[in-house]
Each structure stands twice: as C-alpha cells, then as structure tokens.
C-alpha cells in the first residue's frame, strides 16, 4: 500500500497475503457452524491437511439441507479470522450424510477450528471454490464414486477399465471395487515424469483396502512395467497375512505385522526418501528399514493401484479399494496418523458445534 498526500510519500508497504486471501463476509450469509478439530493428538504442527466433514440432518440439530442451495453449492468454510480455505464435495446426500474434504491451514493440538457458513442471502455472492486446492500436498488422490477422477487434477487415467466405482460403499463415501481375476487395476501416468511429484526420492503412498481373496495380492506398484526385480516399488500382501514391500529390488518385510482381514477395510500407508523406507498399518508404524534402494520411476512407465503387472494382470487386488492417495514428500508419521483418525474416527476427530444464526444476531 501506498500513502500519500500533496504527492509526497508518506508510508509504504507490501500487501500481506492475509490481505488479498478471498474472505466471508458473515452479513451474507443466514447461518454458520463452528467445527473444532479436537481429535488431532500429534506432536507436530500439520499445514494444509485435509479434514474430512460430515453433515448430516441426523447428527447436528438445526441442520437441513433446504437451508443449502443445490448440490451445497453455497456452504464456503473459513479460518476464525473469516479467511476462506478449499473444500471438495465428495458426496452431498440430501436424504442422508455428506462428505466433504476441507484444507485446514494448520493443524495444532486439540483446539483449532474453522467455521462452516452456508444458506447465503444473495445467489450473485456464492464463492467459486477450486476444489483441486484442497489437494495441494499430494500428487494423486482418487476418491471413487460414480466416475474415477484424480481430485488433484495432475493424473491422466491410462487404465482404468476393470475398475467398479460404487457410490457410497467405501470407507468414506464412494469407492473403486475390482472383481475380477487378471484385472489390470487403477493404472495412471507417472507422476515423477509430470512434476507432480517434486522428487522420486521423497514419495508417500497410501490407501484404506477391503480384500474379499485370501491369495497373494499387489496392493501398489509405482512405476509399473514388468517385475518388482527391474527396480520398482511394489507392497504385497504375502497370503493374507502380512506386507513385502520392494524397492529397488530389496525386500521389506513387516515381520507378519498388520494383516488385512478379509471383508475389513484396512489403512495402508508407505514412506520413502531415498534411504529409508517405512510402512504403516491402520496408522501404527509396523516396519522401518534405513537400507532402501533407489527404484527407477523415471521411465515411461504407469504407476497403478491393485495390480502387479500390468501386461498380464498377475497377483490382482479383489476386493475394494478408497482413498488412494500419492503424498508429494516423505508424510511424518503424525500426518499418517492423522489421515487414519480423521476417517475411522471422525465423530471424535472433529467436532461439529451447535448452529449459529446469523440473521438473529444482526
């Protein structure tokens, strides 16, 4: 800003982003919801996390969706200080529960909270939110549903055929279901070769899995092309009962921890940097290894979920799949933790208040 008078400058400075964030006018709107994020129990500060809402007439009194326009196009979320943070509708369910993923700046002890304005007066004023924004730590994100899209907007599809997506059987809301042998799973281009992942040795991959088959089963291959000995990353489940992990050829096993029991859903999650490799179930650290050979992801080659090989379609996941993600880093371990509370514990994770009547308080 510039400050003059009689043409001679007075004071200057810059605009600070605060100042030239899009911002809720609290006027405009009838009514608001303070959300309080009170289920976070990391020791680290979490920057632009994705915190799963949920609305529903039956969980918070005062609330109906013929406050909201169609589709809850209206409903905007902001900080304490009315500053507007991304949100992306993963489903809005009129008759039953939405779910909507929020970018909360910062995530910090148990006391953090934003605010859920929605039932705007005037139709002109309705904020048009980028909802790939809520995805800004992550080069990958499939939520399912009734189509298969990257929510990130950075992937393209490759193949993707064999996939079911359903649309409110996941974990969350709507998920990917693979049912038949020798499918060739969710297969997408390489995120290394686009940008969207900054370096091949800081990646992150996770997924919730819900296995109908007993049998030795790929979970995800990055960079797939043939076999886990021509330098990939590929996570098996070893007969139902635990993890190998291979990176660049070296195995990883998770000393028979975290086994995904048929027709449970399970949270699988892996980090590398390079060096060390580490892998997570259900959100607990089961195995570490400082001996992680690079892999190749450099090629042409097409990173996928559910699937070994993607010519041949050998060791296919069945069963279904939600929530597959690929992490742009190496994700801490209160991130993954976070991730896994923030959807099998969401009624604790976060809590809803009670409504606010804006018009009331005018």
Same mark, same amino acid.
């Given at each position: ?12 400075t810059?605009?600070?982003?605060f100042?030239t ?8 709107y ?6 309080k ?16 809402i949920?609305?529903s007439?039956e ?5 109906f ?5 169609e589709?809850?196009?209206?409903i ?20 039953g529960?939405?779910?909507? /993923?929020v *970018?909360?700046?910062?995530? =910090?002890?148990?006391?953090? $909270? +934003? ?7 005037e #139709?002109?004023d ?8 809520v ?9 399912g549903?009734?189509?298969i ?6 992937s ?8 079911v997506?359903?649309?409110q ?7 990917l279901?693979?049912?038949?042998p020798k499918?060739l ?10 940008g ?6 800081n990646?992150?991959?996770?997924? /919730?899995? *819900?296995?109908?088959?007993? =049998?030795?089963?790929?979970? $995800? +291959? ?7 000995? #021509? ?5 098996l489940i070893e007969?139902?009962n635990?993890?190998?992990v291979?990176?660049?050829?070296s195995?990883?096993?998770t000393?028979?921890?975290g ?5 449970e ?8 940097d390079?060096?060390?490799f ?26 996928s979920f ?12 069945l069963?279904?799949m939600d929530?597959l993600r ?9 991130w993954?933790?976070a991730?896994y509370?923030s959807?099998v514990?969401?009624s604790?994770?976060v ?5 606010v ?6």
């Amino acid at each position: 800003k510039l400050l003059c008078y009689n043409d001679v400058k007075l004071y200057e400075t810059s605009i600070s982003s605060f100042e030239t964030q899009l911002r809720v006018y609290p006027s405009e709107y009838i009514k608001k919801i303070p959300i309080k994020i009170s289920g976070y129990t990391g020791e680290t500060e979490l920057t632009d996390f994705p915190v799963l809402i949920k609305l529903s007439e039956e969980s918070i009194p005062g609330f109906f969706y013929s406050d909201c326009y169609e589709n809850g196009k209206d409903i905007v979320f902001s900080t304490s200080n009315n500053v507007v943070v991304p949100h992306e509708i993963e489903l809005w369910d009129t008759e039953g529960t939405s779910y909507i /993923w929020v *970018k909360v700046p910062t995530l =910090s002890g148990t006391e953090t $909270t +934003i605010w859920l304005y929605y039932s705007i007066l005037e #139709e002109d004023d309705i904020f048009e939110i980028d909802s790939k924004e809520v995805w800004s730590q992550y080069a990958a994100v499939f939520h399912g549903g009734e189509v298969i899209t990257d929510s990130t907007g950075n992937s393209e599809l490759v193949d993707y055929n064999t996939m079911v997506p359903e649309k409110q059987n996941g974990i969350v809301a709507g998920n990917l279901s693979q049912k038949t042998p020798k499918s060739l799973g969710l297969q997408f281009s390489n995120p290394v070769i686009s940008g969207a992942v900054s370096s091949k040795s800081n990646v992150s991959v996770s997924g /919730w899995f *819900k296995r109908t088959d007993a =049998s030795n089963i790929a979970v $995800t +291959i990055l960079s797939n092309k043939d076999y886990w000995w #021509e330098g990939r990353f590929v996570a098996l489940i070893e007969s139902g009962n635990y993890f190998s992990v291979y990176t660049g050829g070296s195995h990883h096993g998770t000393k028979n921890k975290g086994a995904l029991v048929q027709d449970e859903w399970g949270y699988l999650a892996f980090t590398y940097d390079n060096t060390n490799f580490k892998s997570y179930f259900n959100g607990e650290s089961i195995y570490e290894s400082a001996e992680a050979k690079t892999f190749s992801c450099t090629d042409g080659g097409t990173w996928s979920f559910g699937s070994y090989n993607k010519e041949t379609g050998d060791n296919t996941f069945l069963g279904d799949m939600d929530e597959l993600r690929v992490y742009n880093g190496t994700a801490s371990s209160d991130w993954i933790k976070a991730e896994y509370d923030s959807v099998v514990n969401s009624s604790s994770f976060v809590e809803m208040g009670g409504i606010v009547d804006l018009v009331e308080n005018m």
